[in-house]
């Protein structure tokens, strides 16, 4: 994978299928670019599994690849700007580029702009990626299981892997266009799900990240339809595979960490299981306002009251549960009311972690139409004054740490992660030594408005 401070980048251990070319100059070889979030990244995994298991080398440079696979985001004009970038970067220093990835929807978008390009595919479509990598360098060989390590191919590092439970959505929320890009909720077979999530952990992971554009809404599709693992019934719904994965993380001593969990009743029933200790007491939470007046604009399911009471309810069941969310500042027609009432929000609900996004516009969501749209300077106000709030509400919530002990999971030397730390998005937990991929207990000294510092006990 052609490496880019912004991208992700392919294992630096290519294993067989880099020997075999070394040895035969002639084996195909394919570079990759994948931009985007880890539902992007799991596609892009998919992806350079498929080639693995088929014999194609990978090439770290443009010049060493006989083509190169950009994977593409698409949800907000920056993101889209810079999926343009990379497709331009590859066709000038390679020349043979295939577009993939939620922007691949916009067919006509890219063309417009880079004509030369050899194929367009869409989203989570390994298929047609193959086809349009077949037409242009053939076939090594057939293909040979011990080609690919049993767990794929990852990008993450070997302890952490995102396990994606579902594609697409059901929601129409009027700031997205994910439903026309990636279709409506399509969740896996549970015993799908769970094979893949214990072959992860066998390999040596320790950190299952569960991902879906609505990880709560897991088996709805299905009708919550019942599946098998190891010769016994499951439902398709989003507690039993909870309990199912907590344990298998519990025999494996990992981790399991659910994130985009909408604010469904039904989540109540998983926070036991976080009481418990058999999932993370972690719930990544996109609530994304909290004026009913904006939501509705945004169709947005819940209200802020609701939610108020939810986080409650799921604090007096586990008090030691980590929240994070995401919200949009500048939302058109968003009035100074709107957003103090946001702000009263974020201090009755005490979150740990907080995002922010000054509201972009994005090709085909349906808040374009909206009239009163909010100044550019506006927008950067409120975010700045947004994150200014929570930045105190987050430096006092990670000052109750001081003193303890946090179990902690290793991702470098001097660098790991609590429980309540989600890797990329979240802080880190700063102290001396350790060993990547294990876990360590440190006793947090001190701490500012986004890290932990400590020392190993």
Partial sequence: MIAKSARRIAPGQRGRADAARRTNPTIPTVGFVSLGCPKALVDAERILTQLRAEGYATSATYEGADLVIVNTC??????????????????????????????GAQTGAIRAVHPKVLAVTGPHDTAAVMDAVHAQLRRPHDPFADLVPPQGIKLTPRHVAYLKI??????????????????????????????????????????????????SAYGVDLRYRTGFWRGRPLKTRMFELCDALGTLAQAAGAWVRLHYVYPYPSVDDVIPLMADGRILPYLDVPFQHAS?????????????????V?????????????????????????????????????????????????????DGAAANAY???????????????????????????????????????????????????????????????????????????????????????
């Fill in 74 to 103: 698409g949800f907000i004009d920056a993101a889209k700007a810079e999926s343009l970038e990379a497709i331009g970067e590859a066709l000038d220093k390679n020349g043979k580029v295939i577009v993939t990835g939620c922007l």
């Fill in 166 to 215: 579902s594609e697409g959505c059901n929601h129409r929320c009027t700031f997205c266009i994910i439903p026309s890009m990636r279709g409506d909720l399509v969740s896996r077979p549970i015993g799908e799900v769970l094979a893949e999530a214990e072959t992860l952990l066998n390999a040596g992971v320790r950190e299952l990240l569960v991902i879906a554009q609505d990880t």
């Fill in 310 to 362: 939810r986080i409650r309810r799921w604090r007096a069941l586990c008090p030691e549960i980590t929240l994070r969310s995401t919200f949009i500042v500048g939302f058109p027609g968003e009035t100074e009311g709107d957003f103090e009432a946001l702000l009263e929000f974020l201090g009755e609900a005490q979150l740990d972690r907080v995002g922010c996004f000054a509201y972009s516009p994005v």
């Fill in 371 to 457: 009239p009163d749209a909010v100044p550019e300077d506006l927008k950067a106000a409120r975010r700045e004054r947004l994150m200014q709030t929570q930045a105190r509400i987050s430096a006092a919530r990670l000052a109750r740490k001081r003193g303890r002990i946090e179990r902690t999971l290793v991702d470098a030397p001097g660098i790991g992660r609590s429980m309540a730390d989600a890797p990329e998005i979240d802080g880190v937990v700063h102290f001396e030594g350790g060993r990547a991929g294990t876990f360590a207990d440190v006793r947090i000294e001190r701490s500012d408005e986004h890290d932990l510092y400590g020392r190993l006990v």
């Fill in 292 to 308: 009913p007046r904006i939501l509705k604009r945004m169709k947005r399911p819940a209200s802020a009251e609701n939610v108020l």
